[in-house]
């Protein structure tokens, strides 16, 4: 059995890209040292920073 995570993740979402798509995240994944995963994660961290306005703490 494998090890237990503390924020296990459940979904798989997979992709179809171009060759020319494959590339370019490649040389992000070379220059940064992370995952697809981790990238693709980033990447919809910081779309939703910029369409879903934030909330101001009371």
Known sequence: ???MRENPRYNVI????SDEE???LQV???HSH???S???REA???LKS???PQQKAA
């Open 34 to 36: 992370k995952s697809v």
């Open 28 to 30: 992000i994944m070379e």
């Open 38 to 40: 981790d990238i693709m």
């Open 1 to 3: 059995m494998g090890r």
């Open 14 to 17: 997979s992709m179809r890209i």
């Open 50 to 52: 910029q369409l879903v």
């Open 22 to 24: 494959r590339e370019t």
């Open 44 to 46: 919809m961290e910081l």
